[in-house]
Structure formats: structure tokens, C-alpha cells
């Protein structure tokens, strides 16, 4: 058993702590280690005529990542339950083990990272594979909303249900609105209670 999978199993384990609490002592022992884990991963698309485009969201204890999806990535792209990352969902659920977890999916590789880079070569590399990626720091957002599209409100016969929910960020340079799909990412007050207790970003409703 690695010192990691101890650490956590540790921070799993311990019934006195509320989510934040466990959240806080996984940031922590995570960046002791040098490790950008990801916590929260949701799709969703930005409305763009004359087509849309599909972005996979990324967020990190740091910053948020934002990628455009290739169309290989779009018929791939597994997601995540309630958009919770592996590590933290092992520490705040009794349904994942921690071999279940699988590494790569886990944390953002600082091989692809040109902020990591050691050289200019490396940067250059890393940059071009990165081409349709913005990466924003916490610090540089000056809002962000979440709130449940009730335009697209459907009524069956299980009852009814809201299909996208709307996620708008306000940076000091640039606003962001994506439509974010209930039925990829779970609903509305799943989404909200991760990213309010995950972001160290205040999350408003309009």
C-alpha cells in the first residue's frame, strides 16, 4: 500500500469531518506532493452559429480548464459520476474503491501542462498540444453563475425534469456561458453542492 492510498484511506475514514473538511485535507496533502488533482470534471457547450462547441470542463483545487473536444474525444469521453474526480470521490463515497481508481484520469499531467514546462522546447510542445485550451486561476474570476435552465423544462410521465443547466464565467478579461446537459452531468442541485463546496469561488444563481 503506497503512503498515498494511506493518507487517504486516512482522510476516508474519518466520520468527525464534514465534506469541506475532507475536501481542505485532501487540497492540502495534495499540493504537498506536487499532485493537480483534478475534483470536478463536467461537459458542456458553448453556443456558437452557426454551430455549437462541445467543451470538456476541468477543475482543479487552482484553476479550471477549459478544453474544445475533438470528435474522438466526444464519442470517448467517459465523464465522471456527479462530475466528482476519482480521488475525491474515493475520500466522500463508500461506492469506489481506491483500486478502481484509475491514475491517469486522476490528476493533470505536467508533461502537458506549458506552465510546467522545464524548457522552451518542452513549453513549445506542450503549447501546441494545447492549442484549444484556456486555463483560468481562481483569482482571475470575478463571477461565477450557475442556475437551472427552466426554458428547458420537459413533463412526462415520471414527472418533470429541467435538461441543461447554464454555467457563466466572468473573468477580468472574458465571460464564459456554457450549457451544461442534466442528463451528462447530473442535476442541478448535485452540480451546485460540488462546485460550492469543491471551488474556493463564490457560485451565485444569476
Known amino acids: 500500500m503506497s503512503e498515498l492510498e494511506i493518507n487517504l484511506r486516512k482522510i476516508k475514514a474519518d466520520s468527525k469531518m464534514s465534506d469541506s473538511q475532507k475536501i481542505k485535507m485532501f487540497y492540502d496533502l495534495m499540493l504537498a506532493r506536487n499532485i493537480e488533482p483534478i475534483v470536478l470534471r463536467l461537459s458542456g457547450y458553448i453556443k456558437n452559429k452557426p ?25 470517448i469521453d467517459p465523464g465522471f459520476v456527479a462530475g466528482i474526480g476519482p480521488y475525491l470521490y474515493y ?23 506549458p506552465a510546467a514546462a522545464t524548457t522552451a522546447e518542452a ?25 437551472s435552465d427552466t426554458k428547458t423544462l420537459v413533463s412526462n410521465m415520471l414527472g418533470t425534469a429541467v435538461k441543461e443547466n447554464v454555467l457563466i464565467i466572468h473573468t477580468v478579461k472574458e465571460k464564459y456561458e ?9 442535476p442541478y442541485n448535485k452540480t451546485v453542492y460540488w462546485l460550492k463546496t469543491c471551488l474556493p469561488v463564490k457560485i451565485s444563481d444569476k
Open 51 to 75: 454551430m455549437k462547441i462541445d467543451y470538456l470542463l476541468t477543475f482543479t483545487p487552482t484553476r479550471i480548464i477549459m478544453v474544445k473536444k475533438n470528435k474522438l474525444r466526444k464519442l
Open 91 to 113: 475520500i466522500l463515497s463508500e461506492k469506489i474503491e481506491y483500486s478502481d481508481i484509475k491514475i491517469k484520469d486522476s490528476f493533470i499531467s505536467k508533461e502537458q501542462d
Open 123 to 147: 513549453a513549445k510542445e506542450a503549447a501546441a498540444d494545447t492549442s484549444d485550451e484556456v486555463s483560468i486561476k481562481y483569482p482571475d474570476i470575478k463571477k461565477m453563475v450557475f442556475y
Open 178 to 186: 456554457f450549457i451544461l446537459p442534466a442528463g451528462k452531468n447530473g
